[in-house]
């Protein structure tokens, strides 16, 4: 009997060790909170959700997991960066060009073109991971969708003045990413939300927009216009950044995890916006819209305007010292 007694109270023992384990594993398990600064339903946002959250979360069982919260209802475009810095969300996924105020460095990103790669093997990511941990509290994990570009669409053909676009007396909506170019074409910037365009395309509010190379299909507003410019412009500077003070608190295995995740979808997003950006010409095609193909000196004339233009900019809010340290490691002449 006293064996049966020994043995009771050896299982149990035994039984409360392993679910003080189990229970230190599932402890050790930090969960993050992540928004994306565009909309759940877009491109550039499931983008982000498929090739990161969902690996990350399939990979980083047991060790790092990131919850998803939502998009702009979350906290609206201009607060994403103070969302971050502060800690209200860990993980942020967002254009730099929404917080150029706070970080204008992102706009070197918009007007590089250069590859992710090839501007970390030159030096130029370590300059942004600086500035991030300094002006927004953020640690740098991935630039995403950088395979994506910018078009310009117009409701009539897109003006030629010897040889080259020129866009004066147009009114095209716009953002911080392509409001130099339209400013460097003559046209007059217009700022409203992507909800208001296609109305104020059908009331002559606007002439035209600028739009990624891909998301614009899937949202009606092809059959609003009549050409898209090519070639298109820029590149998507679209960061993953986590929120540095949660960043230094998480356990080694699951920074490396995030790191080498982020790495894995910062190469997959690139070529996931090449399908993406066939898959849109294809959609706007259908709608009617015709593609406007500068050739020749005119076509190399737009991009010079576009990246002049752009670097014209950050030089505006950047010492001349650190714009050409950052064209020099994010910029090649063509």
Do not use: C
């Not at 919260?69 to 942020?92: H, T, Y």
């Not at 790669?117 to 300059?127: C, L, Q, Y």
């Amino acid at each position: 009997m006293r064996r049966l007694h020994l043995s009771l109270k050896g299982f149990t023992l035994l039984l409360l060790a392993v679910v003080s384990l189990g229970l230190s594993a599932s402890a050790a398990e930090v969960v993050l909170r992540a928004q994306t600064a565009l909309p759940k339903k877009h491109d550039l946002s499931q983008s982000f959700l498929d090739l990161f959250v969902a690996k990350l979360n399939k990979e980083g069982k047991g060790v790092v997991q990131i919850d998803y919260v939502g998009g702009p209802e979350v906290n609206p475009p201009n607060k994403v960066a103070a969302a971050i810095q502060r800690g209200v969300i860990d993980v942020l996924h967002s254009p730099t060009a929404y917080y150029g105020g706070e970080a204008p460095q992102g706009l070197a990103l918009i007007a590089a073109n250069k590859t992710p790669e090839e501007i970390r093997k030159d030096g130029g990511f370590s300059i942004i991971e600086r500035v991030w941990k300094e002006k927004l509290n953020a640690k740098v994990v991935a630039w995403g969708e950088w395979g994506a570009q910018f078009h310009l669409y117009l409701v009539k053909e897109p003006p030629m003045v010897d040889g080259k676009v020129d866009l004066k007396g147009l009114k095209m909506r716009s953002t911080g990413a392509y409001r130099p170019l339209l400013n460097a074409l003559g046209a007059s910037p217009v700022e409203m939300p992507v909800s208001d365009v296609y109305t104020a395309l059908e009331r002559g509010l606007v002439d035209g927009f600028g739009w990624p190379t891909v998301g614009l299909g899937s949202l009606g507003l092809a059959k609003a216009v009549k050409y898209r410019l090519d070639p298109p412009f820029y590149h998507l500077a679209n960061l993953v950044l986590v929120n540095m003070d949660k960043w230094n608190s998480l356990p080694k295995p699951a920074q490396e995890l995030i790191l080498k995740v982020g790495a894995e979808y910062e190469q997959a997003s690139i070529q996931r916006m090449h399908d993406d950006a066939k898959a849109d010409t294809a959609l706007v095609e259908k709608d009617g819209v015709k593609i406007f193909e500068l050739k020749g000196q005119a076509r190399k004339a737009y991009l010079a305007a576009a990246y002049n233009a752009m670097w014209g900019r950050i030089g505006q809010r950047l010492s001349k010292e650190e714009v050409e340290q950052l064209r020099e490691k994010m910029y090649k002449e063509e």
